[in-house]
């Protein structure tokens, strides 16, 4: 399995568990089955685009800003992942609850960092 390959099924398992335990345990965040398959995948590839984007413009003296900067690019993700997919099968509701998504989900993209030591080589 090439890195890339291998990096990108890590990132969506861990977006598929952390979204899975924040449904079960908050109220207020209703996902779907079907729209649960749609919903990792965009936050997946919305996470990974968001961060090429921001880690390929912002100075490399930022990176005390790492952990805002997660929590910002995660709550973005789910900001586009709630607004793309129908309210019927993927929906947040309450400042609570956009927190506790958020932290569980970040979190899971940090585990993510640490099994995913060794990112995908550059492209020439």
Do not use: C, H
């Not at 993927?90 to 060794?118: C, P, Q, R």
């Amino acid at each position: 399995m090439t890195a890339l390959l291998k990096s990108v099924a890590i990132s969506l398992a861990a977006n598929a568990a952390s979204l899975a335990l924040a449904a079960w345990i908050f109220d207020r965040f209703n996902i779907r089955f079907g729209w649960y398959v749609v919903a990792v995948v965009l936050v997946t590839l919305l996470t990974v685009a968001l961060r090429e984007v921001v880690t390929s413009t912002v100075n490399r003296f930022a990176r005390g800003y790492t952990i805002l900067g997660g929590l910002v690019l995660t709550w973005l993700a789910l900001l586009l992942t709630d607004a793309l997919v129908p309210r019927s099968g993927f929906a947040i509701d309450g400042w609570g609850t956009w927190i506790g998504v958020t932290v569980i989900v970040w979190a899971a993209g940090i585990a993510y960092g640490e099994v995913d030591k060794k990112a995908p080589a550059p492209r020439a």
